[in-house]
């Protein structure tokens, strides 16, 4: 879920840095392989700016950090997961761990200075 979170977050940063209508984005992507139903439900509230907690940024750094103590444990690299990691600190430190998870948004819109909205 988390990288189809990254992922939307991305398409939606460069479609709006690029003059193209989020909506319209969302609008054509679900009929293709790249729709998704994370997308469906995430991408609107991304774009509305609505962060309510359906799972909180702070979980996913729990979470994760269980992942990777685990990982380092028996020798498995997991670079994407560590990534990640690095994205979701990088939120709470800017004081939005309460939010939802789509608020990875946040961390590509600081990126390129722009912000997707309608």
Do not use: W
């Amino acid at each position: 879920m988390v990288r189809d979170i990254r992922k939307i977050s991305e398409s939606l940063v460069l479609d709006q840095k690029a003059g193209v209508s989020p909506d319209q984005v969302c609008q054509a992507i679900p009929g293709g392989l790249a729709g998704s139903t994370v997308m469906d439900a995430k991408a609107p509230m991304m774009i509305d700016r609505n962060y309510e907690p359906g799972f909180r940024i702070d979980l996913h750094i729990k979470d994760l950090n269980n992942v990777l103590e685990t990982s380092r444990g028996v020798g498995a690299l997991l670079p994407l997961a560590a990534q990640v990691m690095e994205i979701m600190q990088a939120i709470k430190q800017d004081g939005c761990g309460v939010e939802d998870h789509s608020g990875i948004i946040k961390f590509y819109e600081k990126l390129v200075n722009i912000e997707v909205a309608r």
